[in-house]
């Protein structure tokens, strides 16, 4: 069973915007948080944003100013606004949950599949 599906991914022109979905179980909502990440070709997957269970929500510096994101608790959807994009923030953006490790730490732990985000110009 998919716990995690993103969507809202696409082309669009270097400046434009768009805004990526990911709803989750009703289970997911008892971890340490959620958030974004995303991989480019023959890069490591790397963190956008991610939101604390206390609402706490980090940026990566690249993205800051230019990407938001948001968590409706009623409806179980994460979201990333995405605005002014550039060709370097192409890449497949995952959704995921963070839950606490072994070593209690906030780390993401339950996967989606991915949405390719595609900036050209």
């Known amino acids: 069973q998919v716990q995690l599906q993103e969507s809202g991914g696409g082309s669009v022109e270097v400046g434009g915007s768009l805004q990526l979905s990911c709803p989750f179980a009703?289970?997911?909502?008892?971890?340490?948080?959620m958030g974004w990440f995303r991989q480019a070709p023959g890069t490591e997957r790397d963190l956008v944003s991610t939101?604390?269970?206390?609402?706490?929500?980090t940026y990566a510096d690249s993205v800051k100013g230019r990407f938001t994101l948001s968590q409706d608790d009623v409806k179980k959807v994460l979201y990333l606004q995405m605005n002014s994009l550039q060709i370097e923030d192409t890449a497949v953006y995952y959704c995921?949950?963070?839950?606490?490790?072994?070593?209690?730490?906030?780390?993401?732990?339950?996967w989606g599949q991915g949405t390719q985000v595609t900036v050209t110009s």
């Open positions: 995921a949950a963070l839950f606490e490790d072994s070593s209690l730490r906030c780390v993401p732990q339950v």
């Open positions: 009703r289970y997911i909502f008892s971890g340490c948080g």
């Open positions: 939101i604390s269970q206390d609402g706490t929500i």
